[in-house]
């Protein structure tokens, strides 16, 4: 029964974070408020249904799915300091989002979505391809971080070159909720499908765990399930990108801080992951949006701040 | 205390949207205005009373004929807006950043018009669209031409054509006026220095247009002209202006640390004393109708400095 | 194979050499003010008070190039040095973090306390870069030795992403610096000036003799930390001792250009591949070949969107990236 207590809890704390994400932002509203908000006509129907509600809501949606990607990601990698960042497809859809940027500044920027998933997707083919899928997970691990380290280079020097742009590229490569609604949230919909796949992977990828002789033994495909964990996070991962831009840490912090809550069984790690990664954004976007308002800060600033010395803590103390 | 203030403003917005319902019919017009904006076209078929400018450019264009937005985005910093725009325009309430204005207090404010720039705000047009009805024009890299362009496109949706036409014409006589005063043909250039980086603004620039039609020459910094540059010691050799503008945004800037260097006094604006230093904000961020003519005047002290006394 | 490579001395008289004209051609190359050879060459020997380009020679060109070897040099060493400590290929301080951390330390200290000035800034890369070296030393488990490699560059880049986010937030939050901050960040030689040149080179002087002096105890770890300590070697006190010196070399060098990344990564290899595993020959090599590499990056940087620059630091990037991952690739793990 104990095990629930830690679920109920979080749960607790995302309703309510979700609620103080309607009540509050650059302008406090009253309950009232909030719940008028959600007639078509009504005064406060602009900022809570056009704008907090699918922000919140994205929130979430993105929390989750970062996190889970995590999750999967240092499951099969076994390394408390492995993240989707190091499988370089953040930054592949960096890359793929500012060069659409700079080379085509007249072209829709309804098209960055689009572009940034292509560019995360193919970040993960050439690893695949660098790597095949029979080598180690540690050669793909830096294998990866190799790539992103290219990637991220390759973005310093176009914008470098071409200075104009700085500002727009630097604002969606630091990761923010800003200006995302609705359309945003239709886009990232049929990604969803791959949370049960995600969730089915559990019970193998415990066996994973036991070590990789073990897991063989036991009768688990374990190149098979490693590729499809790690596919499977790289669409979670490129997915949430494209539409948010790269908010950093979350997929590294939010799986620690679910394993010191819920233990290392994956069928209760992957759903917790999803929770309090959903918590952390929503508690970074409403820091971000409320800290000194009406500036905006985009909210992977915050999840920096406040993941990383949390994380540092973390590895710190359990070493 | 902002949020106070905040919720205060939501207040009267509320109950002043209550009544601007009522009075929208007085405002409505017999034909309705459609002007090209970056987006395509765009229809007004009342007169805007409350408007939000996203950039200061717009701001601008509004207290040039005497209009007064009710939100601007400042950057949360009142003096950026220029002087002698403050000084015509009611108190109005920042909505935030410019790169990611506050799309709530822009609501909350109940505007019935909004003006967006559509290099930085393309991406939240639809939502602006919901608040209220969005005029999209180019403000930032724009040139000086544009954004006169810009201004008039302004004056004829919030129903100020002529006043508009007449303070472009006026404008016009201004900097005309100025032009005389200056000598033709010298080679002006303008750059905004930091802490290690100084920015040349080039001909293409807002400020380089300015210099050319105040009758300057813009310097010639070579091929690839884009708005504004990234430029070392070594190439301000090499470009040698004769006047050269400095906007320093730090102090000590880089070019204050220049200056103490013996290669410094090879400029020619260096060796005849021909640097001025200006308000990198009114030169760089304001741009528009009255930030033109108050560069003008920086100017006009900059060639004849005992003529006027100096600006701020 | 040994037999193949030319003697030790002719190899330093060569790269020496080859140094000398990539410095010479630096020094008159891609400049937006015409600089004949012959200027470059009478700045230094015969000097014309009257010639502009020959100002620009001395007083722009030569503490620049002069700057890329030093820095060239440090970084090297100080990858060499790091490789040499933990025994991991792809130990530099880019890779392990110290260049995102004294990164950190100053874009902090410039956009919180300005008014430290330069002093402050130096302090500050250095102790940023000591935090993220400690850190990832003891997050990788490097002090205890064993071959963990692969755990010592995950915490490095762990640690490294983890100083860019607040790097980055720093600069979004001090808005409208971006572009400046971003050519520091990528490390830029444009700024170099002959005051730069005086406070560096006292500290990569005795950082780069210090490491030399390093050379003949790194050659003995290399034959395993059991052997080591029979031959007598204190593990605690060369790896301190290589710690510092690392730290002094890239902290001095970062300070003063910016954040270079990848000599220390790329130079020790191609080192390693002319002069062989001894580290009292390969680390001179490694010297020069750092300093022919960040002057050459730096003419390349010049001549790209001629007449703008680029950060050599962005284009050192560019050719060392690659490299990164042609070195993952050829490792067995």
Redesign the interface.
Known sequence: MSRYIPFFIISVLLISLVIANLLFGAISLSLHDVLRGFQPGSDSYFTIHEYRLPRTLLAILVGAMLALAGALVQGVIRNPLASPDILGVSHGAGLAAVVYMIYFPHSSISWLPAVALAGGLCAALILWWLCGHRSSTIKLAITGVALATFYASTVDFLMLIKPLEINNALLWLTGSLWGRSWPQITMLLPWLVLIPCALYLAKPLNLLHLGEDSAVSLGARVNLLRLIALAVAVALTAAAVSICGPISFLGLVAPHLARKLFGGRHQALLPATMLVGAVLLLMADLVARTIDPPIELPAGIMTAVLGAPYFLWLLIRTK | MALTCASTLLFSALSQAASSHGSHSANTLDKPITVQDSKGTFTIDYRPKRIVVLEFSFADALASVGVSPIGIADDKDPSRVLPAVRKIIKPWTSVGTRSQPSLETIAALKPDLIIADISRHEGVYADLQKIAPTLILPSRRETYQDSLKAAAIIGKVIGKNKEMQARLAKHQKIMAAYAKQLPKGVVVQFGVARDDTLFLHTADSYAGGVIRALGLANAHTGKNDSASRQTSLEQLLSINPDYLIIGNYTHPSIVDKWEKEPLWSVLKAAREHHILYVNPNVWSRCRGIMAAERMGQDLVNLFHPNQIAPQQ | MIQTRLPFAWQCLLLGASLLVIAWISLFSW???PITPVDAVNALFNMDNTS?PQ??VQ??RLPRTLMGILVGASLAAAGVVMQGLTQNP?ASPS?LGVNAGAALGMATV?TIA?WFGLLGTSVAAIIGGGMTWT?VM??GRAWKGGNDS??L???G??IS??CA??T??S???A??????V?????GSL??A?WATFDHLWPISLFGLLGSLMLSPTLNILQLGEENARNLGASLILTKLAGSFLVLLLVASAISSVGSI?FVGLLVPHMAKMIGGQDHRRFLPLAMLLGAMLVVLSDIISRS????????AG??L??I???F??Y???Q?T?
């Open positions: 400049s937006a003010v502009i100002h620009i007083d722009l792809l890779v410039s300005p850190l003891v997050l692969s755990r560059v995950l915490a880049v762990a992403a983890l986010a607040l980055k937030a600069i979004i939050m808005e409208d610096q971006a572009s400046g971003l050519t520091w960040l990528a444009a700024n000036r990344g790209i969107i001629f007449p703008m620059e680029t950060p962005a284009v990037a560019l060392g990236a690659p990164f991952i070195l993952v690739r490792r793990l």
